[in-house]
């Protein structure tokens, strides 16, 4: 299933692969050159109108890594309106804050892995 995405957001995902945080790098670490299952994933990668962090197409993955910002009740509401609206297609989304990534990396990519093995719920454009 191909996405598509604003040809604007382009040029920024390449900008934000250059200005990666600590925390998206050390994931990519573990996420990068097909390690998990042989699934291919792609950072910052433009989807509809948004960048996500880091999109494993074969599993219909996204996974966001959240800085302390998210913790403000308007970016909460604009992030559970930005998943919803990746869940409608067809998307299903895992977000871990910062100290997660850095406290228990094991655990996140644990979550991720066990994302990717379970099987993808049927999807129909629309619903």
């Not at 959240?66 to 409608?88: M, V």
Request: charged share 25%; hydrophobic share 40%; glycine share 6%.
């Amino acid at each position: 299933m191909m996405l598509s995405y604003k040809n604007n957001l382009k040029p920024i995902s390449r900008q934000l692969r250059f200005e990666m945080t600590a925390c998206e790098r050390l994931l990519w670490s573990r996420l990068r050159r097909k390690q998990l299952y042989g699934v291919q994933f792609y950072r910052q990668k433009p989807i509809g109108n948004y960048i996500v962090d880091f999109y494993a197409p074969a599993g219909r993955l996204v996974v966001e890594v959240d800085g302390l910002q998210h913790q403000d009740p308007t970016l909460a509401q604009n992030d559970a309106h930005r998943d919803e609206s990746l869940k409608s297609q067809g998307l299903r989304v895992l977000r871990f804050t910062n100290q997660q990534v850095l406290q228990g990396l094991d655990a996140v990519v644990w979550a991720v892995v066990e994302a990717l093995k379970s099987p993808l719920p049927p999807f129909t454009k629309g619903g």
